[in-house]
C-alpha cells in the first residue's frame, strides 16, 4: 500500500460489534428453544423459564421446542411441562424421534425399520406409516432407552451386518439426570460401529436437519428466527450451520470460558431466557 498523504492518518478498524455480521439480521419473528439446560434442569424450571414461555405465546409469533431425547412424545412432554408450571401446546414440541421419523418418510415413504427406543420414537414411526420389524428391516434406528438390553443390541448389530442401514436419532454420548450423566444413544451407537464398522446417520442435533424440519414445522425462514440453547457442541453449532441467529445461555452446560474456546461464536451470549423477555 502506497504512503498516505502528509498529515492524514489511518481509518482505525471498526469495533468487533460493528464487523459483527449479526447487526444486520432482520427482526427476530419466530423462536427455536432447547428444553433441558435452557428452560428446565434437573427436574426444575430455570427461574424466569415459565414466564419467557408464555410471553412467547402471547407474541403470537411462532415457535418451537426442541430436545434430542426421543424416549418421550410430545404429549408425555407437555404433561411433564406443565407440572413444572409451562403451559405450552403439544405442537410446540419437536424431538429427534419426530424429525428421525420425518426423515425416514422422506427417504424411503411406506418403509421398514427394527428399533430401539421408547414410545417417542415408536409412536413418531408408526405416525408416518412405518412397519416395525427385525425381518430384513430398511433401517436399523436407534434412540434413547432407560433399558438397554443386550439382546436389542446383539440383533441390530446382526441386521447391520445383513445389510440394514443404520439410523441414530441423537449423537449425545450422555444425558442428565438428577443422579448424574447417564449413557445416552451416542454412547451405544459407538459400540455397535465398533461391532460392525458401520457409521450410524445421526439426525438430531448438531444435524443442521434437525432445525431445517422444525423451521418446516412451523413455517420459518432461518434468517429471522433465533435459536436459544445451553451447548455449544450441538445448540449453538446446529443452529449456526443452519443460518439462525445463535443465543447461548449460561443456565446448563457451556459456561462463558468453555465457550471462548471454540473456534465459532454464538451470535450472543446471556444469563438466560429471563433476559429475553423484553424481546418478545
Request: aromatic share 6%; proline share 8%; with cysteine.
Amino acid at each position: 500500500m502506497g504512503r498516505l498523504p502528509t498529515g492524514l492518518l489511518p481509518c482505525p478498524a471498526p469495533p468487533q460489534e460493528l464487523r459483527n455480521p449479526m447487526k444486520d439480521r432482520k427482526v427476530i419473528e419466530s423462536w427455536l428453544t432447547d428444553m433441558d439446560g435452557v428452560l428446565v434442569h434437573e427436574g426444575q424450571p430455570v427461574r424466569g423459564a415459565p414466564e419467557f414461555v408464555n410471553r412467547m405465546k402471547q407474541s403470537g409469533k411462532p415457535f418451537l421446542i426442541l430436545t434430542n431425547n426421543s424416549i418421550y412424545t410430545p404429549r408425555d412432554l407437555q404433561a411433564r411441562l406443565a407440572r413444572m408450571g409451562f403451559d405450552v401446546p403439544e405442537s410446540a414440541i419437536w424431538t429427534s424421534g419426530l424429525a428421525t421419523a420425518q426423515f425416514l418418510a422422506d427417504q424411503r415413504p411406506g418403509g421398514t425399520a427394527y428399533v430401539i427406543g421408547e414410545a417417542g420414537l415408536t409412536t413418531a414411526m408408526h405416525a408416518v406409516g412405518y412397519v416395525l420389524t427385525d425381518f430384513a428391516p430398511d433401517y436399523v434406528v436407534l434412540g434413547e432407552t432407560r433399558t438397554y438390553s443386550f439382546e436389542a443390541i446383539t440383533k441390530a448389530i446382526r441386521l447391520i451386518n445383513g445389510g440394514a442401514r443404520f439410523i441414530c436419532t441423537n449423537p449425545d454420548p450422555t444425558g442428565p439426570s438428577v443422579d448424574g450423566d447417564l449413557p445416552a444413544a451416542g454412547s451405544v451407537a459407538a459400540m455397535i460401529s465398533k461391532a460392525t464398522g458401520v457409521k450410524p446417520y445421526f439426525v438430531g442435533k448438531p444435524n443442521p436437519m434437525m432445525m431445517r424440519s422444525a423451521l418446516n414445522t412451523i413455517k420459518a425462514h432461518s434468517e429471522s428466527t433465533a435459536m436459544i440453547g445451553d451447548r455449544m457442541d450441538t445448540d449453538v453449532l446446529c443452529g449456526l450451520e443452519a443460518g439462525l441467529e445463535t443465543i447461548l445461555v449460561l443456565t446448563g452446560i457451556s459456561t462463558q470460558a468453555e465457550a471462548d474456546r471454540y473456534p465459532y461464536r454464538p451470535s450472543r451470549v446471556v444469563n438466560s431466557v429471563a433476559d429475553l423477555i423484553p424481546e418478545l
